[in-house]
């Protein structure tokens, strides 16, 4: 079945530090790639997404490239700050295999900015 | 706009006792899910619906049973709570147009501790 990884956590950052948040994932179709994003005590929330191989996500100065010769959709950003402190997932969408409206989520990667 | 609500925030039970959890959207949201959220597992997928009346099982559907009477309500049961139920649980809403669904807006959460 459909799967993604995710770097373990918790990654530590000084502020206006570089981040990438690694994520690979399998799949049996061409699926869509996503990153949520999850504020303390509130739910997840999409932060960006790809639909095809080579298409960037962005939104709110992170990026990922989905990247089907690797299977990877990496989370960057180029300066991180206190407020990006949170958990972040990657998910999939496959409707090759008639898994119907799933998402299918990473175990999450908790990023801590310090300033 | 309330977005997704939940209800309870938290609750503790007794193995063998039962309650309801009560997720509610605002949206016109015509599709519904809840989810399981545990350490290092990520999210997954109990039951969703895809419209009033519907329901379906995703991923980790055993022990949990749900109804969707009304459009903007989905309930989650636990007939016969288990410790292994213990859980932070998080319903979530989207739209049903194609490429959108993947789209899904969060409720804050309920925790569920099974003694």
């Known amino acids: 079945g459909d799967s993604v990884t995710q770097m373990e956590g918790p990654v530590t950052l000084s502020e206006e530090a570089f981040l990438t948040i690694n994520c690979t994932y399998t799949?049996?179709?061409?699926?869509?790639l996503f990153w949520y994003v999850q504020y303390p005590g509130e739910g997840l929330q999409l932060l960006l997404k790809?639909?095809?191989?080579?298409d960037k996500g962005s939104n709110k100065g992170f990026e990922a490239t989905y990247r089907k010769e690797t299977t990877s959709f990496h989370l960057e950003k180029g300066s991180v700050q206190v407020s990006d402190s949170a958990v972040y997932f990657c998910?999939?969408?496959?409707?090759?295999?008639?898994?119907?409206?799933?998402?299918?989520f990473g175990g999450g990667t908790r990023l801590m900015v310090k300033p | 706009n309330a977005g997704v609500t939940q209800t309870p925030k938290f609750r503790v039970l007794k193995t063998g006792q039962s309650m309801t959890l009560l997720c509610a959207q605002d949206?016109?949201?015509?599709?519904m899910y809840w989810y399981r959220q545990d350490p290092g597992m990520g999210l997954r997928l109990i039951h969703y619906?895809?419209?009033?009346?519907?329901?379906a099982k995703g991923e980790v559907p055993d022990g949990y049973n749900v109804s969707r009477l009304k459009k903007q309500n989905f309930l989650l049961g636990l007939e016969s709570a288990a410790p292994s139920q213990t859980s932070v649980y998080f319903c979530?809403?989207?739209?049903?147009?194609?490429?959108?669904?993947?789209?899904?807006?969060f409720g804050p959460g309920t925790r569920l501790l099974v003694l």
């Open positions: 979530a809403s989207s739209f049903a147009v194609a490429g959108n669904w993947e789209t899904q807006y």
């Open positions: 799949a049996t179709g061409y699926p869509s």
């Open positions: 790809a639909t095809k191989a080579d």
């Open positions: 998910a999939l969408s496959d409707m090759s295999n008639n898994a119907g409206n799933m998402l299918t």
């Open positions: 949206m016109n949201h015509e599709y």
């Open positions: 619906s895809v419209g009033e009346g519907t329901t």
